[in-house]
């Protein structure tokens, strides 16, 4: 079972940074790595649907939210077996709970912001506020 751990959220003012990190263990075979898996961030504010922020493929593709766009960069650490998602310029608009997320979809250039993703994390929380 892949077990997906974020971690990073924080409480921040308006304008400032963080960095949230996925970590992902837990692979089926030997030799399996997150670079088989496509990786996903999303995050849901209270009473707000769960929308999806930023994702990278496995030949390490990536997609942005139109939101986050020029303020949000997802990489990979693939000896790390993680994901980190940078945001700069943070807003109020950006909090909510960010969770992790990763399918198996290897030797593909696309991800998708959908949530059509099997193993979550439990999520951690940004609090964008002065």
């Known amino acids: 079972q892949l077990r997906v751990v974020e971690s990073g959220g924080d409480l921040v003012q308006p304008g400032g940074s963080l960095r949230l990190s996925c970590a992902v263990s837990?692979?089926?075979?030997?030799?399996?790595?997150?670079?088989?898996?496509?990786v996903a961030w999303f995050r849901q504010a209270p009473g707000k649907e769960r929308e999806g922020v930023s994702c990278?493929?496995?030949?390490?593709?990536?997609s942005y939210a139109d939101s986050v766009k020029g303020r949000f960069t997802i990489s990979r650490d693939s000896a790390k077996n993680t994901v980190y998602l940078q945001m700069n310029d943070l807003k109020p608009d950006d909090t909510g709970v960010y969770y992790c997320?990763?399918?198996?979809?290897?030797?593909?250039?696309?991800?998708?912001?959908?949530?059509?993703?099997?193993?979550w994390g439990q999520g951690t929380q940004v609090t964008v506020s002065s």
């Open positions: 997320a990763a399918n198996w979809n290897p030797r593909s250039p696309i991800c998708t912001l959908r949530p059509n993703y099997d193993s």
């Open positions: 837990g692979f089926s075979r030997p030799g399996y790595t997150l670079t088989f898996y496509m």
């Open positions: 990278i493929s496995t030949t390490a593709g990536t």
